[in-house]
């Protein structure tokens, strides 16, 4: 049997870690998070990479990585990973799409809860000694129209769950382009109805060239004077330069946050500590059962890929076409 050597970069599970354990012809190497040094020093001798957001396997790591067969995104981002670079190599990119799903769908309910009943600001109050009920005046989900920005996985499951707030759920997909009723109870519109009659908008689409700062100071400008604005995808997507000014003038109510760029984000980020925004530092996938669930999806397709030339979830299907 041939023998492979997986690297593992960023922390994964231990219910992963044990299936690579337990496989026949595998050794692996997982220290935790390894450093860019350390990556770059590790990778040629790897068969097959697993990271999380945390590794950059750009084109620098991948014109090292001479033996690299496959890459096991635990996650579903890939923006950290040059797939014209991978896929010029015949190197598999694999992520696992469904592990994160219910976490982030949960966390930006969670978060558009706090930013709605001001759950920060209340909780930062009552803490510091204070009682002030009559400050936290909030605003209710029920009867809101909350326009969804990507119906993906996470995006179907957010509308699944605002309805039961009985939101009226309205949705563009950028990628897909749908123009049909989902699920019996979201109506997808064109973008310009979507900024006009949202009263909630919530970012569940890839950072790509078209969807970078899709937030900016034209498209607030077209939005619902006190709209509030959830953002669990990807930092990139906002102008947070755009949406701090528009915080303070008033014309945005509030903003929720989970994501960044860069990340973790700086001093001159204008949206952290601005009164009006509920921020957590990329939290979305941390849930004991995802974490578990992404390393378990993730190892079992690399596992699969490596040991039968069995392959899932890839989202550079040219690298299968070339000689492997």
Known sequence: MTNFHVLVSDPLHRAGLAMFEAAEGITFTAPGKMSRVETLAAIPQAHALVIRSGTKADSELIARAEKLKIIGRAGVGVDNIDLEAATGRGIVVMNAPDANTIAVAELTLGLMLALARQIPDAHASLAAGEWKRSAFSGAELRGKKLGIIGMGRIGKAVAERAAAFDMRIICVDPIYKLHRI????????????????????TLHAPSKEDTRCLINAETIARMKDGVRIINTARGAIVDAHALADAIKRGKVAGAALDVYDPEPPGLDNPLIGLPGVVHVPHIGANTAEAQ?????????????????????????????ALDR
Do not use: C, H, P
């Not at 669930?293 to 890839?314: I, M, P, Y």
């Open 292 to 320: 578990a669930e992404v390393a378990v999806q993730t190892v079992a397709q690399v596992l699969d890929g490596l040991l039968k030339g069995q392959f899932r979830n890839v989202v550079n299907s040219g690298a299968l």
């Open 182 to 201: 989902v699920d019996g109870y979201t109506e997808n519109v064109t973008r310009d109805e979507l900024w006009a009659e949202s009263d909630y908008i």
